[in-house]
């Protein structure tokens, strides 16, 4: 390095330097989040329609309609008041200026989750920034979270589910302890930390059913806190957090009293979480009065935690609902119910957590060592959140976004540290305990907390190239997963033409059903007739039916009468393992028609659309109309036949009738002229006689 490099990091070079306010480089950072999430903005917002990605998000929305339409807020509909109650809420009361299953929810709904990245990335910096002192820590951290896909794809424009809505309170509650746990003053900012700490615990609790998962590492992770406590000198910094805590279920449980919200299971959970911090509390100020070590509340806290456990599992609600997630997590299932490695390995974490698991990795050792030397316990509670919800991704990737933020955090370091050891930043100067300052001198020199250096050319080239690194690959794979989830063209033409066809003909619920694959069905019993509530129907009984024999079509039309309206077929990649006689194939590949021997084809499921890549077919369930007639002795079939033409295709419509005594009788689908066997003769079936299962008969 040259005298006039050198000379540039002295405190008058720095003073030369062009500087960035740190303020703008959060913005920049906070946008990148942003921009992250909205690829598929042309999916979501098609013509007049909002269209959510994926399937769970139109339940989400059709609860805030039936919020909005069940009267004056809060009140809510009986399906949210258990299980995601604040979420429900927290959109009803945004969506109210628009109304129920308008375009203005629907845009209220398809937004929450990018502005909920937005707030998430915010307290990740937050968080970061009080637990390093280095804002540039913060700010790698929080474009670090920006592009993990596992967060990017789960937080993106349209994908309107729970998860967005807990990242928030998860790293809010973070921000909150690590805010009181760096804190040595007992002033009002302490106490405001604690009182958001109290609100963000009890909306964790109010936003998910499954919430306990996402507080339970406060348990360990105090208890570790409590170790580090013990060897400080100084006030009890417990006590703040144990307040938060405390208040935070108290909260949580007056909401529950007042307005019914939560499984009490979930409401218990958070109560012993509070009580056990107090009690915790009161081992530390027992073992520090009688002069023990830390060796002693060790061994307290173990027996402390062996008796908790035991007790907990006497409670019925919360071991009830222990053996219910035990089977959650053992159960197979849709994709997300696989691991982060399940499929791909290393590379398949790689493409779900990005490159801050990368960086997070190596850098894990060094917080528990922190934590531990520096009395710096607010790295050992990032490091347990870290440890915990990677196990549950591990499990199951659908965790893998809770574990985002943390590995963000520990990336963000990993990265300055990176950066440091190339030489293209100063290195990060540990917080001394004790110290409010969000910045040692080291770190002022390289920004501090209003402004960043930018250092010279070189350095911002290869600093831009580490950062693209990082940032490139993040979104490239956020990109991709991103194009799985959005509504297909094909079904979005399918859902639009139903809905027209169903409002044109006023048709009611349930005759309006629409009978899919269980993924998107949704989808479309949303845009059709506004139920969304469930898919149960369509996942027990779709594809059984699809791949049942053709021949069996009646009794599914039997099991379907006065339930499905419609049903949709889609491509299948059929590999020579469909068989040529199922429902699937009939009805996709012929439409219906009895174009194979041992195939007399179906006469419920009338053929109204597909689209122009025939990629979806929709068939409406009806009685169909009776043809029946003389046949020749000499044959055991009659061969019928119609030319058919619906929206998107013209196809030869074909039934096989079988001949008893002379005569035939068979049920059609669709109207049109029918030629009759090969000697001429032709009936006329219209669409009044198959809507109301008329009976014609046939001369000779």
């Known amino acids: ?91 009803s009361v945004a969506a109210w200026p628009f109304g129920a299953r308008t375009w203005g929810s629907g845009f209220v709904v398809a937004w929450y989750p990018v502005v909920a990245a937005v707030l998430t990335a915010a307290f990740v910096y937050g968080a970061a920034t009080r637990l390093t002192g280095d804002v540039r820590v913060g700010l790698a951290s929080a474009g670090l979270l920006a592009v993990t896909p596992a967060h990017a794809y789960r937080t993106a424009l349209g994908v309107a589910d729970h998860h967005a809505f807990d990242y928030v309170w998860l790293a809010l509650t973070a921000l ?33 059913e499954a919430s306990p998962l996402l507080l339970v590492p406060l348990a360990p992770a105090l208890g570790l806190v409590a170790l580090v406590e013990i060897r400080r000198p100084g006030p009890e910094r417990l006590a703040p957090v144990v307040a938060g805590l405390v208040g935070g279920a108290a909260l949580a449980h007056l909401v529950h009293i007042l307005l019914g919200w939560q499984f009490e299971a979930v409401i218990y959970a958070l109560d012993l979480l509070a009580l056990g911090s107090v009690g915790l509390l009161a081992l530390v100020v027992a073992v520090r009065r009688t002069g023990g070590s830390w060796r002693w509340l060790a061994a307290a806290e173990v027996v402390f935690g062996v008796v908790a456990a035991v007790a907990v599992r006497q409670v019925p609600p919360i071991a009830t609902e222990l053996e219910l997630g035990l089977a959650f997590f053992l159960r197979s299932g849709p ?5 982060v490695g399940a499929n791909y390995g290393a590379v398949g974490v790689l493409v779900i957590l990005g490159f801050a698991s990368v960086l997070a990795a190596p850098i894990l050792p060094f917080a528990a060592k922190w934590g531990w030397q520096r009395l710096e316990p607010g790295w050992l509670v990032v490091g347990v959140y870290a440890l915990h919800f990677g196990v549950l991704a591990a499990l199951q990737r659908r965790f893998a976004g809770e574990l ?18 190339f030489d293209l930043v100063q ?34 080239a290869l600093l831009a190239g580490l ?51 269980w993924g998107r069905n949704r989808v479309y019993n949303y845009f059709v007739n506004g139920e969304a509530a469930s898919y149960s129907y369509a996942e027990r009984h779709y594809e059984d039916f699809l791949f049942s024999n053709s021949n069996s079509a009646d009794e599914w039309y039997g099991e379907f009468e006065g339930r499905v309206g419609f049903v949709v077929t889609r491509d299948l990649p059929h590999l020579g393992l469909i068989s040529s006689s199922t429902i699937q194939s009939t009805l996709h590949d012929r439409f219906g028609s009895a174009e194979i021997s041992d195939i007399s084809g179906v006469g419920h499921f009338r053929a109204l659309f597909a689209t122009e890549d025939g990629a979806r077919k929709v068939f409406r369930l009806v009685p169909g ?76």
């Open 625 to 700: 109309a009776t043809i029946r007639g003389p046949a020749p002795d000499d044959r055991d079939h009659v061969r019928l036949v119609a030319e058919v033409s619906i929206t998107g295709d013209d196809f030869e419509y074909v039934r096989r009738a079988p001949v008893t005594d002379g005569t035939f009788e068979v049920t059609v689908a669709n109207p049109g002229t029918y030629r009759v066997g090969a000697d001429g003769r032709t009936v006329e079936i219209t669409e009044r006689m198959v809507q109301s299962g008329d009976t014609v008969t046939v001369d000779d």
């Open 467 to 517: 950062a693209g690194v990082a940032v490139g690959s993040g979104s490239l794979y956020a990109a991709l997963i991103d194009r799985r989830l959005v509504i297909t063209d094909a079904t979005y033409d399918a859902a639009r033409w139903i809905t027209e066809y169903v409002d044109e003909r006023d048709i009611p619920y349930p005759e309006s059903y629409v009978l899919s694959k």
């Open 1 to 91: 390095m040259s005298e006039a490099e050198r000379s540039d990091d002295s405190p008058e070079g720095i003073d030369r330097q062009r500087r960035i306010p740190v303020r703008t480089a959060l913005l920049l950072a906070l946008l990148l989040v942003v921009l992250v999430r909205l690829p598929t903005i042309q999916e979501v917002f098609r013509d007049d329609w909002v269209v959510l990605a994926s399937n769970d998000p139109y339940f989400y929305r059709y609860l805030v309609d039936q919020a909005l339409a069940s009267g004056p807020l809060p009140s809510l509909p009986d399906r949210a008041i258990r299980g995601e109650p604040l979420l429900a809420a927290t959109l």
């Open 427 to 460: 290195p990060p100067v540990p917080r001394r305990d004790g110290s409010d300052d969000t910045a040692t001198p080291a770190v002022a020199a390289d920004g501090g907390d209003d402004d960043l250096v930018v250092p010279d050319r070189t350095r911002v």
């Open 176 to 208: 909150a302890v690590i805010e009181l746990l760096a804190r040595s003053e007992r002033d009002r900012r302490t106490w405001l930390a604690s009182g958001t700490l109290a609100v963000a615990v009890a909306a964790q609790a109010l936003a998910w």
């Open 335 to 339: 994709a997300e119910l696989a691991g």
């Open 404 to 421: 985002a933020p943390f590995a963000a955090i520990l990336g963000g370091m990993g990265f300055v540290m990176l950066a440091s050891w």
